[in-house]
Every structure is written in C-alpha cells, then in structure tokens.
C-alpha cells in the first residue's frame, strides 16, 4: 500500500486526525532553479507525507539552460514517477502559459500553485487545506498584507515579505494598491501566486483569463471574485528567492498596469 494514499483531515490545532480523501497537485514551474527544485521537492513531500496526504508534484520547467531538468529526472527516480511528474516545454513560454501547461496533467481534485525559488514555504499548505476544509473555499491565497487569516484560523500567524529591497517592496505594494482600488475585489494580495484551488474553479478561471504575465495571477482573482467563486486567505511569511535571479522587470509593471487598466473596462 501506498503510505501517502492515506488520508486526514486537520483539526483546530493544525494537526490531521480524520479522513481526507483527496488529493493535492503541486504545479511548479520553474525557470533555472537547479539549486532550489531539490529543497522545495523534499519540504514538500515531507510535509505531505507528514499531514498523511495523498500528492504529486507536476514540474514545468522551460528548458532551463541550468539543467534544472536532470535534477527533476532525478527527483523522479527518487520519489517515484508517480509523485514526480515532468512535463517540460521546450522553451521559455511564461508562467501564466506553465500553469495551463500543467492542469492538463493533474490527477488531485485540489491544485497548489506556487514558486518553486523557496519564496512559498510548504509550511503553509496545511493552513490553506484547513481553512479550505473549514469553509469549503474555492480558492485559499497566501496573503504576505494581512496579519491574520480570513475568516479567522487559530494556527495562522502574521505575514510579511522579508529580503526585499525598498524599491521591490513598493512596487509589489503599489501594484496590489492599484488593482485593490481599481477593481476592488476584496482580497489582499493579488499579485501573490501561492494558492489553493478546487481543480474545477482552476480550470473554469484560467479558460476566461487572458493575460499570461505578471498580470496573470491578479487577473485569475479578479475573475474568481467576479464569477463569485469564494476565496479564503491566510498570512504568509514571503522571502526573497534562495538562488537566481528575479525575472521581475520595468516592461513588466507597465504591462500590469495595462492589465489592471484592460480588467477595469472588461469585467
Ligand atoms: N516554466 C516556467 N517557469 C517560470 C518562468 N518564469 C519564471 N518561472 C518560475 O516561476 C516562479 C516565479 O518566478 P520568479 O522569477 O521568482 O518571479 P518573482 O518571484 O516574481 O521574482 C519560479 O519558480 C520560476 O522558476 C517561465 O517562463 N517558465
Ligand atoms: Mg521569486
């Protein structure tokens, strides 16, 4: 028998005690994080192995010239091809298209996005599947601009974004500001990227969401708020990616703030 088919639930002090019978699709798309995949990879199946859930993780990886890929191989042969899923592109096509890219393989009736640069602490996931369980939520998002969970989740902890400097700071800041006034959706951090989602509410949101850069993850919130999908949030730590480099750049702020601007007159 498969140790990690079996399931739990968690109760209020965070720990698993019934059943869960589902199963959670880790999408990482990565981009030359040879010295990050195998970190993330072990944080990740410890801490499911850990709660007892049953998982898999489907890497993207766009032909990365660091060979991020021979270390996915590995990573495959170490947990299995089964836990382990490649799905390689043959070059760099963008996160919004990497997301697409790896629904079409998931198995799990839930689906976890987040980074794979050790910005998105695994620690978190249990928090998200709580608070989805405890409200039956569409959607969880980590929130780094709350310092409590909404609703309210006793094992939550104040967020915040360390690593940062000033000036990256104030762009993540101002762009949440600008779209939070603009299109008001009622979530805190809209240019976050770690979520849990119901796989159906995934692929509803990302069959409507027509942007593919930085854009992309405030438009699949916008859009969720506006098919009235619900959304829970927990406060998460946020640091600075362990190794690499940030693909973060001054086209890609003018192009959220047309994507904030196209939202505004479209939905
Ligand atoms: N497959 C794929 N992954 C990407 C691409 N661009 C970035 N990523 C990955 O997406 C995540 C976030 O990228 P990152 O550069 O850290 O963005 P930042 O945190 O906003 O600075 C990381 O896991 C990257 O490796 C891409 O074009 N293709
Ligand atoms: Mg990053």
Same mark, same amino acid.
């Given at each position: 028998?498969?140790?990690? =088919?079996?399931?739990?639930?968690?109760?209020?002090?965070?720990?698993?005690?019934?059943?869960?019978?589902?199963?959670?699709?880790?999408?990482?798309?990565?981009? !030359?994080?040879?010295?990050? &995949?195998?970190?993330? #990879? +072990?944080?990740?199946?410890?801490?499911?192995?850990?709660?007892?859930?049953? +998982?898999?993780?489907?890497?993207?990886?766009?032909?990365?010239?660091? *060979?991020?890929?021979?270390? =996915?191989?590995?990573?495959?042969?170490?947990?299995?091809?089964? %836990?382990?899923?490649? %799905? /390689?592109?043959?070059?760099? &096509? @963008?996160? $919004?298209?990497?997301?697409?890219?790896?629904? !079409?393989?998931?198995?799990?009736?839930?689906?976890?996005?987040?980074?794979?640069?050790?910005?998105?602490?695994?620690?978190?996931?249990?928090?998200?599947?709580?608070?989805?369980?405890?409200?039956?939520?569409?959607? #969880?998002?980590?929130?780094?601009?709350?310092?409590?969970?909404?609703?309210?989740?006793?094992?939550? %902890?104040?967020?915040?974004?360390? *690593? +940062?400097?000033?000036?990256?700071?104030?762009?993540?800041?101002? =762009? !949440?500001?600008?779209?939070?006034?603009?299109? !008001?959706?009622?979530?805190?951090?809209?240019? *976050?990227?770690?979520?849990?989602?119901?796989?159906?509410?995934?692929?509803?949101?990302?069959?409507?969401?027509?942007?593919? @850069?930085?854009?992309?993850?405030?438009?699949?919130?916008?859009?969720?708020?506006? &098919? *009235?999908?619900?959304? $829970?949030?927990? /406060?998460?730590?946020?640091?600075?990616?362990?190794?690499?480099?940030?693909?973060?750049?001054?086209?890609?702020?003018?192009?959220?703030?047309?994507? #904030?601007?196209? &939202?505004?007159?479209? #939905?």
């Amino acid at each position: 028998m498969n140790p990690f =088919a079996s399931s739990a639930a968690l109760d209020m002090q965070g720990q698993f005690s019934t059943q869960d019978t589902h199963m959670y699709s880790v999408i990482l798309p990565t981009y !030359n994080e040879r010295k990050n &995949l195998s970190i993330i #990879v +072990w944080l990740l199946a410890k801490m499911f192995s850990d709660n007892q859930l049953s +998982w898999e993780i489907i890497i993207v990886d766009d032909a990365s010239p660091d *060979g991020t890929q021979e270390i =996915a191989k590995q990573l495959a042969a170490t947990y299995g091809e089964d %836990k382990i899923i490649l %799905k /390689p592109r043959a070059g760099k &096509l @963008g996160l $919004g298209t990497a997301y697409i890219h790896g629904l !079409n393989f998931v198995r799990g009736d839930f689906v976890i996005i987040m980074d794979a640069d050790f910005s998105h602490h695994p620690k978190f996931i249990p928090q998200f599947i709580q608070q989805q369980k405890a409200h039956n939520f569409d959607i #969880v998002t980590g929130t780094r601009y709350r310092s409590s969970a909404t609703p309210s989740l006793a094992t939550a %902890k104040p967020g915040g974004v360390h *690593g +940062w400097d000033l000036k990256r700071k104030l762009v993540s800041r101002g =762009a !949440n500001f600008l779209a939070a006034t603009v299109l !008001n959706p009622g979530v805190s951090d809209l240019t *976050g990227s770690f979520r849990l989602y119901k796989r159906s509410v995934l692929q509803h949101i990302i069959s409507v969401t027509q942007s593919k @850069g930085y854009v992309f993850q405030m438009e699949m919130m916008v859009r969720a708020k506006a &098919l *009235g999908y619900t959304v $829970g949030e927990v /406060p998460i730590t946020f640091v600075d990616r362990l190794y690499g480099e940030s693909k973060l750049g001054a086209d890609e702020i003018v192009s959220y703030a047309k994507g #904030v601007w196209g &939202l505004f007159v479209g #939905v």
